[in-house]
């Protein structure tokens, strides 16, 4: 998936602990979005940042805080981590209203 | 709010033999449907989208959906399948301003020889 370059691939925590995922495109796009993707349900929103300096929560943004840090990069932070955040995370961008979303390859997170 | 249906969380068929996959969705206004298809370990790579025009849309792989406004609907179908479409599909719509994508659950796809 060129345009959009998720960090780490994988990731393995502790109940508690804290990280940082991160996001970055080289597409261009004004707007930026997190999704966790669990079995059975689908891609649901985290948060989303229409564009440079604004964002805003999706359907599930309790436990995680956002920073759309510049254009390209948009990162995704769990301040204390829950079992319950164990999943693998999406970042996708889109160039426009109405237009397709891009995806990364994910990341990958279990806290244990 | 709008909203996805895929009525079927896995459908098994065998290779060259067609396959349906069924998303239903729920709006009152305009429409923009995706379909989307994710590979074991790979992140959702777009198979086709209707916008406006044409109520058949063709994508990628030989993939081929088509809108019904009447039936709500926006089937994703494929007249012969190869062992390689085994993958998961997502249906998709955008709701709100046009800046949310809203998926439905998820077909798994497993193609047998």
């Known amino acids: 998936n060129a345009g959009v370059t998720q960090t780490p691939k994988f990731q393995v925590l502790k109940t508690g602990q804290s990280m940082t995922l991160q996001c970055a495109q080289d597409?261009?796009?004004?707007?930026m979005y997190w999704y966790r993707q669990d079995p059975g349900m689908g891609l649901r929103l985290i948060y989303y940042?229409?564009?440079?300096?604004?964002?805003d929560k999706g359907e599930v943004p309790n436990g995680y805080n956002v920073s759309r840090l510049n254009k390209r990069e948009f990162s995704l932070r769990l301040e204390s981590a829950a079992p319950s955040q164990t999943s693998v995370y999406f970042c996708?961008?889109?160039?426009?209203?109405?237009?397709?979303?891009?995806f990364g390859d994910g990341t990958r997170l279990s806290i244990l | 709010a709008q909203s996805v249906t895929q009525l079927d969380s896995q459908v098994p068929v065998f290779e060259e033999a067609p396959v349906e996959l069924r998303c239903n969705y729920s709006?009152?206004?305009?429409?923009?449907l995706f379909w989307y298809v994710q590979y074991p370990n790979q992140g959702l790579q777009l198979l086709l989208k209707?916008?406006?025009?044409?109520?058949l849309v063709k994508g990628i792989n030989g993939f081929e959906a088509e809108f019904n406004k009447s039936q709500t609907s926006f089937h994703l179908r494929k007249p012969s399948v190869h062992i390689s479409d085994t993958a998961e599909y997502f249906c998709?719509?955008?709701?709100?301003?046009?800046?949310?994508?809203?998926f439905g659950t998820g077909t798994q796809l497993k193609v047998e020889l």
């Open positions: 940042s229409a564009s440079e300096g604004t964002t």
């Open positions: 996708a961008i889109t160039g426009g209203y109405w237009q397709p979303q891009h």
């Open positions: 597409m261009n796009h004004n707007s």
């Open positions: 709006s009152s206004v305009s429409v923009y």
């Open positions: 209707y916008l406006s025009g044409s109520t």
């Open positions: 998709a719509v955008y709701t709100g301003g046009g800046n949310k994508l809203t």
